[in-house]
T-cell receptor, first 113, second 110 residues
């Protein structure tokens, strides 16, 4: 079965650089969520989109922005990267029929040097 | 205090053992409840949703007590492949963010 696709899988950036993470949800899933998981931490919600509109906002820094496109894929744009941004970034999607269950992509491991 | 609290673990159990994880949540508005498992450096994977009547999936049984705001997961006949971190997760309703507990690490030993 098709799963959530994230790219890139690994990314290394320098401080103050920018990064763009991409997420392609499971087909027929209209809601996308972004989570950040630091080392030894549980995933923390950043932001979500439903039908291309922002639906919830969590602990996303002002340096980050995101959007969902007409094909439902989403991009997380990160600017002025800091060392503390090093983490796993997961995208999850949920289906139209039952929006309770969220299915996670493999994540993007971001390392800021 | 975290919104979702779990046994810290780690739990080290022999193959074939039965192990139980507990979880409490503080937001009484929570409507949906899940157990996810996460292997090291991998994504959380949905293990099972938890329903008020309790539910079972093979060796796994989940229970929910809304009055006590308590969720449990029982794993019978543990396998080596069950070794992972088990995350207790809640959300307020469909289409809303998941709130995770810090997870309980399970190691099943041969």
């Amino acid at each position: 079965a098709a799963g959530v696709i994230q790219s890139p899988r690994h990314l290394i950036k320098e401080k103050r650089e920018t990064a763009t993470l991409k997420c392609y949800p499971i087909p027929r899933h209209d809601t996308v969520y972004w989570y950040q998981q630091g080392p030894g931490q549980d995933p923390q919600f950043l932001i979500s989109f439903y039908e291309k509109m922002q639906s919830d906002k969590g602990s996303i820094p002002d340096r980050f922005s995101a959007q969902q496109f007409s094909d439902y894929h989403s991009e997380l744009n990160m600017s002025s990267l800091e060392l503390g941004d090093s983490a796993l970034y997961f995208c999850a999607s949920s289906p139209r029929e039952t929006r309770n269950e969220q299915f996670f992509g493999p994540g993007t491991r971001l390392t800021v040097l | 205090r975290k919104e979702v609290e779990q046994d810290p673990g780690p739990f080290n159990v022999p193959e074939g053992a039965t192990v139980a994880f507990n979880c409490t949540y503080s937001n009484s508005a929570s409507q949906s409840f899940f157990w996810y498992r996460q292997d090291c450096r991998k994504e959380p994977k949905l293990l099972m949703s938890v329903y008020s009547s309790g539910n079972e999936d093979g060796r796994f049984t989940a229970q929910l007590n809304r009055a006590s705001q308590y969720i449990s997961l029982l794993i019978r006949d543990s396998k080596l492949s069950d070794s992972a971190t088990y995350l207790c997760v809640v959300n307020k309703a469909g289409n809303t963010p998941l709130v995770f507990g810090k997870g309980t690490r399970l190691s099943v030993i041969a």
